[in-house]
T-cell receptor, first 115, second 111 residues
Framework: NAGVTQTPKFRVLKTGQSMTLLCAQD?????MYWYRQDPGMGLRLIHY???????AKGEVPDGYNVSRLKKQNFLLGLESAAPSQTSVYFC??????????????FGSGTRLTVV | EDQVTQSPEALRLQEGESSSLNCSYT??????LFWYRQDPGKGPEFLFT???AGEEKEKERLKATLTKKESFLHITAPKPEDSATYLC????????????FGKGTSLLVTP
């Protein structure tokens, strides 16, 4: 049981380049989330999805787009990367009924540097 | 606006020296309060969910408690392997099930 898998683990981009971060979960969870973690800022929600084909904005959505075409995958896209998007990105998934015992399951993160 | 404040920012303990971490919160309708542990270079690892004031949960040397305004994570007789960053998060009833995190407490336990 792999849980939540994020690819890639590390990436360096030049300003203006685009990329897609992939999150895959094998737990049949309905809900999926993208967070970014910056020193002194904690984890901040970028976008989330409550089901296949649905997405919603979180606290810091500007500069990012997401898609959830399949239940098990949640993609985070950067159309034109900026140095301010240098961060560690975490994907998480959850179910409503399983939250009490299992919480949200996080991936191991993608460390992105924009130069 | 929902707010989560953790204190202290950093804590250094000797092995066996018990202490508590604090998480103060303001939220418009609490659905749940979560505690996570995060090791360097890794994603957060789930510890507890608390739902109502007065509730307590335990796991090994950790015990989490909840009041209407704050939660405490009590660490009894810590060991060096308990060193990590501990994150608190709240889930509001109108949040779409997303978590709002505090900035964390970095705990170092020395032998």
């Amino acid at each position: 049981n792999a849980g939540v898998t994020q690819t890639p683990k590390f990436r360096v981009l030049k300003t203006g380049q685009s990329m897609t971060l992939l999150c895959a979960q094998d737990m049949n969870h309905e809900y999926m989330y993208w967070y970014r973690q910056d020193p002194g800022m904690g984890l901040r929600l970028i976008h989330y999805s409550v089901g296949e084909g649905t997405t919603a904005k979180g606290e810091v959505p500007d500069g990012y787009n997401v898609s959830r075409l399949k239940k098990q995958n949640f993609l985070l896209g950067l159309e034109s990367a900026a140095p301010s998007q240098t961060s560690v990105y975490f994907c998480a998934s959850s179910t409503l009924t399983g939250t009490a015992n299992y919480g949200y399951t996080f991936g191991s993160g993608t460390r992105l540097t924009v130069v | 606006e929902d707010q989560v404040t953790q204190s202290p920012e950093a804590l250094r303990l000797q092995e066996g020296e018990s202490s508590s971490l604090n998480c103060s919160y303001t939220v418009s309708g609490l659905r749940g309060l979560f505690w996570y542990r995060q090791d360097p270079g890794k994603g957060p690892e789930f510890l507890f969910t608390l739902y109502s004031a007065g509730e307590e949960k335990e796991k090994e040397r950790l015990k989490a408690t909840l009041t209407k305004k704050e939660s405490f994570l009590h660490i009894t007789a810590p060991k060096p392997e308990d060193s990590a960053t501990y994150l608190c998060a709240v889930q509001a009833r109108n949040s779409g099930y997303a978590l709002n995190f505090g900035k964390g407490t970095s705990l170092l336990v020395t032998p």
